[in-house]
């Protein structure tokens, strides 16, 4: 099973299915000059520190809401030995919480996991010093696709709130200085609450070029070119990204971005052909969702408001003379300093 041991690669096929169209058509998406913003009041003091932010007016449904937060200290409020603040992975410290009081409900969404699920050490040295002088603002997003229905149109008195832990955190790594030691601070903080209109989502498509059939080329690659594709108009959700299942045989082998005509990542290889004539089914499913690919990602139904987009069966057959003919396999004309073309 090959389930992508490269993750740069998946997310950047992922990313790009979710910011332009496979025939490379990029989706309108408002400039930071378009964009309506407002600024909070500062927030109420807590332990020498407080924010604010400055946020979008509006947002449709499901849009990843991108704001910016400002802090200020005021060193003669600090508890006793604390002098800096951690600013480390700062993303996994926020919430941002919805309020509707006409609808009666409260929701609540924190940012994408910062780590993508990889190991990180945090050594005490992204820090601010807390004396008063002016902080750097923080950009944060938060995934509004992650409310799901439940985030309906309309009015919201918004907070956004940081809280960060008294104990040292699961990525701390300093043998040679102890946590309180570095005099973090520590606490819950929140800016004064403003308000965000909700609109309804407007439906959005992207063209992908499929494939109509696939090939086997030289080098023993599965894949096909622009005169195999077909193109087509999907509709994808506000916030979601589109990837790609594939299939061989009916046995799930690869998790990657959605099939692109004369991609350098093949479909898949014969590299481990033994010899005879040869039949295989392969079957393509592209999905949507709006959890980030990330370590041991697997997006599938019931999570991630996982959705099948579009979904194709190919067979492909070539007999031992036609197999031949293409070989040898990709990998060794590379290491011989002879790639296919």
């Known amino acids: 099973m090959r389930t992508l041991t490269l993750g740069l690669a ?8 979710a910011a332009t169209s496979a025939g490379g058509v990029e989706e309108s998406q408002p400039s930071a ?6 600024t909070s009041s500062w927030g109420e003091w807590h332990q020498g520190l407080q924010c604010k932010a400055t946020t979008p007016r509006t947002i449709e449904q499901g849009m990843l809401l991108n704001l910016s937060l400002e802090f200020r200290s005021n060193p003669e409020e600090l508890e006793p030995g ?4 951690n600013t480390f992975l700062h993303d996994a410290f926020m919430t941002l919480t919805l309020q509707n009081s006409k609808m009666q409900k409260t929701l609540a969404v924190q940012p994408y996991d910062p780590t993508l699920k990889m190991p990180c050490w945090d050594r005490g ?3 601010v010093t807390l004396d008063g002088t002016e902080m750097p603002a923080w950009d944060v997003s938060f995934p509004l696709a992650r409310l799901e229905a439940a985030l309906e149109p309309g009015v919201y008195d918004c907070t956004v709130q940081f809280a960060f832990p008294k104990q ?9 200085g102890d946590w309180v030691s570095f005099g973090f601070w520590s606490g819950t903080v929140a800016c004064s609450p403003f308000r965000l209109e909700v609109t309804k989502e407007t439906p959005k498509t992207q063209q992908f070029l499929f494939p109509k059939r696939l090939r086997l080329l030289p080098g023993w690659r599965v894949n096909y070119g622009k005169e195999d594709a077909l193109p087509v108009n999907l509709r994808v959700s506000n916030g979601y990204g589109v990837g790609g299942k594939y299939y061989r045989d009916g046995e799930f082998y690869m998790l990657f971005g959605p099939p692109l005509p004369d991609d350098v990542n093949p479909i898949d290889n014969w590299c481990h052909h033994k010899g005879g004539d040869r039949t295989v089914s392969y079957t393509i499913e592209v999905f949507e969702t709006y959890e980030r690919p990330e370590h041991f990602w697997q997006p599938a139904p019931g999570k991630g408001g996982y959705k099948v987009l579009w979904k194709k069966t190919f067979n492909l057959s ?3 003379e036609e197999i031949r003919a293409l070989g040898p396999c990709f990998w060794e004309a590379l290491l011989d300093g002879n790639p296919p073309g």
């Open 318 to 320: 070539a007999s031992e």
């Open 125 to 127: 040295k992204a820090t």
């Open 82 to 85: 604390v002098r800096q603040l």
């Open 168 to 176: 040292k955190t699961r990525w701390w790594h300093d043998p040679a």
């Open 10 to 17: 998946l997310a950047c096929g992922f990313a790009q299915a």
């Open 33 to 38: 000059d378009s964009v309506s913003l407002q």
